[in-house]
């Protein structure tokens, strides 16, 4: 079972909305990602954040904005998004951003557009 | 920039079969990590090997890493019905643990 824990498990929203995505673990990991996985492909990286600061962001459109309000939080803010925005998008933490470092994830937050 | 690209194979096996998938990569990489994703779900963390390993055991999982050939197998003995999902390979470079993910293979374990 997974110790990351996403919120919320669905979400519609329209293209003018402004929603977010919830993400906590409480592994004392001190890294946190944000993954974004169009149906029956593989996750792709969004957002790392290390130490609660902001190390990668792979030139992801402003429309999403991450936020890390504490070790164990990571937010996800959605805004103005588009019908081709509609994907799983995953969280997941590690102990550290060096490689070697498992990354466990949540279940996903299932977002539709429309 | 993904780097772990298994064979794209769908495999339909019977339960007690043992299923076999492949991956690929095109970098030096720190380490190569296989994960599990049932349909619709997260991704569950099954094995990690590192570069300078070349064989690991986990439970009815066996994973292996060929740095000279850049490739990865992973191996699932006895296989069971819920084994049924897809199976994903991602690599971690050196330095960081920006994990790139391969195309994923799609098994099914019929009863």
């Known amino acids: 079972d997974t110790e990351v824990t996403q919120t919320p498990k669905h979400l519609v929203m329209g293209m003018t909305n402004k929603k977010s995505l919830k993400c906590e673990q409480h592994?004392?990991?001190?890294?946190m990602y944000w993954y974004k996985q169009k149906a029956k492909k593989p996750p792709e990286l969004m957002f790392v954040?290390?130490?609660?600061?902001?190390?990668i962001n792979e030139s992801v459109p402003s429309r999403f904005s991450p936020e890390c309000p504490n070790s164990s939080l990571l937010n996800l803010h959605l805004h103005a998004l588009q019908p081709e925005d509609s994907a799983l998008y995953l969280c997941?933490?590690?102990?550290?951003?060096?490689?070697?470092?498992?990354?466990?994830f949540g279940e996903g937050s299932w977002l539709t557009v429309v | 920039s993904q780097q772990g690209e298994e064979d794209p194979q769908a495999l339909s096996i019977q339960e007690g079969e043992n299923a076999t998938m492949n991956c690929s990569y095109k970098t030096s990489i720190n380490n190569l990590q296989w994960y599990r994703q049932n349909s619709g779900r997260g991704l569950v963390h099954l094995i990690l090997i590192r570069s300078n390993e070349r064989e690991k055991h986990s439970g009815r999982l066996r994973v292996t890493l060929d740095t000279s050939k850049k490739s990865s197998s992973l191996l699932i003995t006895a296989s069971r019905a819920a084994d049924t999902a897809s199976y994903f390979c991602?690599?971690?470079?050196?330095?960081?643990?920006?994990?790139?993910f391969g195309k994923g293979n799609q098994v099914v374990v019929i009863p």
């Open positions: 997941a933490s590690s102990q550290g951003t060096f490689s070697g470092n498992t990354i466990y």
């Open positions: 991602a690599t971690a470079l050196y330095g960081n643990n920006r994990l790139a």
């Open positions: 592994m004392g990991h001190r890294a």
């Open positions: 954040y290390s130490y609660e600061k902001l190390s």
